[in-house]
């Protein structure tokens, strides 16, 4: 199983607009709960947003609730995250990641404990 680096990152400006893509190979993703996560300077790594099993309705953070979107297309087996009305906190190094049995709001959703991670792409909103 393999989950390839995030792509999308960059630098953009303060209510703006990115969309972050990573592709999953090597399992199937209707088993897993596909997630975001996100680890600014100096921060813990946290869960922005989870998908379990692909037919339950999503997991957002307070902090991106209404401003991101995630989504996976099984298709291409790719996982998506749209995120809009970016702020300055915002900036961080995003990653997706997949677990089997991590559930959102699990013990190890918070400790940012996934079986497996993709390489991450640096995400940075100007004031």
């Known amino acids: 199983l393999r989950a390839a680096a995030g792509v999308g990152g960059g630098l953009v400006a303060a209510g703006g607009s990115l969309r972050l893509s990573c592709k999953l190979s090597?399992?199937?993703?209707?088993?897993?709960?596909i997630a975001w996560f996100r680890q600014a300077p100096g921060k813990e790594r946290e869960g922005v947003s989870g998908?379990?099993?692909?037919?339950?309705?999503?997991y957002y953070a307070d902090s991106v609730k209404g401003r991101f979107t995630i989504s996976v297309d099984k298709a291409k087996n790719t996982v998506y995250l749209q995120m809009n009305s970016l702020k300055p906190e915002d900036t961080a190094v995003y990653y997706c990641?997949?677990?089997?049995?991590?559930?959102?709001?699990?013990?190890?959703?918070?400790?940012?404990?996934?079986?497996?991670w993709g390489k991450g792409t640096q995400v940075t909103v100007s004031s």
């Open positions: 090597g399992f199937i993703i209707d088993d897993y709960t």
């Open positions: 998908i379990e099993n692909i037919r339950s309705a999503p």
């Open positions: 990641a997949a677990d089997r049995y991590v559930l959102p709001r699990s013990a190890n959703w918070y400790k940012a404990i996934m079986e497996y």
